[in-house]
């Protein structure tokens, strides 16, 4: 699509042709974000978006017999791919600009995190910036930061993604206050007839009350329909997001819903958190291992404002029950005593849940 | 104690020796339901309600060198013990009334069940009433049916327990309408400074609004604390149970929270309920396992009144998700687009919870 007339309710493809429409859906999604330094464009430097960049990074490896990847940023993509490249035998460098990995959880969440990358063999570089890209005399790409230099085979930016957006905003169409589309409930634009869903636009967040931008699968995919349902006829509401997201990070699941106490307290909210270390399973049932959990609640009424957690087992099935439970309001007293579902094999009788409520109520 | 004077809020011991109380608490427990039928106290018969009941069947199996156990019964006791018997080689056969296992979760939930039992090599005769017991000539069990008769090395009856009431009884504390000992929101009997924890009383039951026997660890830990903390001065309130618990059947989890179809007809309830059959993680990761979930709501509002949920892995934690959604009055709307951490080693970017929600809101 070459121009998007929104008030004319047509589309000028590149070709030349016009198209008209009756109902129209932006999904343009988002791109990755450039690192802005120079060199960005030499040759092993990659992106990691979809299956294609996927597939380009596997050629690469093996054309290559690339053996040192860097690693920059260190968020979702970039400790997930740590794991694919450790996988394959690559030395795996971290360059963090924060001094911790996935800073937005707070460091007593990223030293569990740290411990394991670096049980599994990766070297994690904290504050440290970005500086360029230069092509060494072998072929290889040299990675200058404001510390050190390293010399790399390979190169993954992992520094986030920003939203597809020229095209909309070309036509009239509003952005948000995060840059991306702004949509109401229904996915509608300010513009009759035009919907907009997936990674270009902004969702509502919940616990802030304030739009906010989360490019995530699922997201998109909740988007799409209510849009889709919409423009049908249907009469659907999407009501919005709570931040829920997990990741693995090699054996280690990490999974965070709502706000950290942090994000909390950026959004003006007098909070109180308590961060517990539990077990996943019954403590003499083999196999359990630790979790630690942080409740995050109002502290005016106790409803729950968000959770994160982290172990080898069990973090995900927490943050989606506290994720259910956030989502229809729930307050610490009945999380305190809640009626989990209770079996040696899955938890003790008393849930990291209800310890870490019953520690925030005192 | 031989007696309980509650009016002079004292207690006889066996001993003779008389103590008086400011508080009490009543917690004797629940006790194993006998069979009724002739020859239980035969040596061999057991029951499964504590470790040294525990024990004494490790030593018989040891000391007897026992091949054969026949388990009267399909609950969560015996279906447990026939993955202990089966773990130490034992023949094991299972007796049951109902024609299928774990009835109450009703047929659709009971085939996994049934498939995995027999899939581990445990003979399930269902339609089945036990008659009697014998001593055979070579000095194992006979179990008598009402179809044909089993010689068996060990017997265990997994048929039950009823609550140990019968001191609270004499004493003129109340019992309810389930023939446990009656209590308050905190944990009072209808005696002045008698409270009662655990096996031996009620749970009011959050979903049918009534009194429940619900005999289970993690809901006896909660009851105990609450009476502990308002003997102790403070002010606490047990918001009661779902009926909420999870079995593993050797590698099956299964699940439930709240009403069963039945359960909630029972009840007098207008309710719908959907199945479906998703999967433990994203399609395409590796390990990702059949999940079959059920939601149960009413009809009139929408609101979640209970589920289930069976497969080799994630049932629980797709319970306990919705048994906080459940505590805290969720809808099937919000269910249908809730934002649950998502990775596809977790899930898919649908869960099956949202499907569920789905099909049951057309």
Chains 1, 2 share one sequence.
């Not at 309710?9 to 802005?36: C, D, K, Q, W, Y």
């Not at 706000?259 to 019954?282: C, H, L, N, W, Y």
Request: include cysteine; glycine fraction near 12%; proline fraction near 4%.
């Amino acid at each position: 699509v070459q121009e998007l007339d929104a008030g004319g309710m047509r589309v000028r493809l590149s070709s030349g042709e016009t198209i008209s429409f009756n109902h129209l859906v932006v999904a343009t999604g988002a791109r990755s974000r450039s690192s802005g330094v120079s060199g960005e464009d030499i040759e092993g430097i990659f992106s990691l978006r979809n299956v294609s960049d996927a597939v380009g990074i596997k050629h690469y490896i093996r054309e290559r017999k690339a053996k040192r990847a860097v690693i920059v940023g260190s968020g979702f993509v970039s400790l997930e791919m740590c794991e694919a490249f450790r996988k394959i035998g690559l030395e795996t460098t971290v360059i963090c600009r924060k001094n911790y990995p996935m800073s937005k959880l707070g460091e007593e969440f990223a030293g569990p995190i740290l411990q394991q990358l670096q049980g599994e063999g990766v070297n994690f570089i904290p504050d440290t910036r970005l500086s360029s890209f230069d092509r060494s005399s072998s072929g290889a790409v040299w990675v200058h930061t404001d510390g050190a230099s390293m010399e790399a085979d390979l190169v993954l930016l992992g520094i986030g993604v920003v939203p597809e957006v020229a095209l909309a905003e070309q036509s009239g169409i509003e952005l948000g206050p995060t840059g991306a589309i702004a949509v109401d409930n229904h996915m509608k634009t300010n513009k009759e007839a035009i919907y907009a869903a997936g990674d270009c636009c902004e969702s509502y967040h919940r616990i802030s009350r304030r739009p906010s931008y989360a490019p995530l699968g699922d997201t998109a995919n909740k988007q799409g329909r209510i849009a889709g349902a919409n423009i049908g006829g249907q009469d659907l509401v999407f009501p919005g997001i709570m931040g829920s997201y997990c990741l693995k990070v090699f054996d280690l699941e990490v999974a965070s819903t709502g706000f950290t106490p942090d994000e909390a307290r950026k959004a003006g909210m007098q909070v109180r958190s308590a961060t517990i270390k539990g077990k996943s399973r019954a403590h003499s049932y083999p196999g359990s291992v630790d979790l630690q959990i942080r409740l995050i609640a109002d502290n005016e009424n106790g409803r729950l404002l968000g959770a994160q957690a982290i172990g080898s087992e069990g973090a995900v099935s927490r943050i989606n029950a506290l994720a259910a439970g956030l989502a229809a309001g729930i307050s610490l007293e009945e999380l305190a005593y809640l009626d989990l579902a209770y079996a040696p094999p899955f938890s003790g009788a008393w849930d990291p849940i209800h310890i870490a409520a019953q520690k925030l109520l005192k």
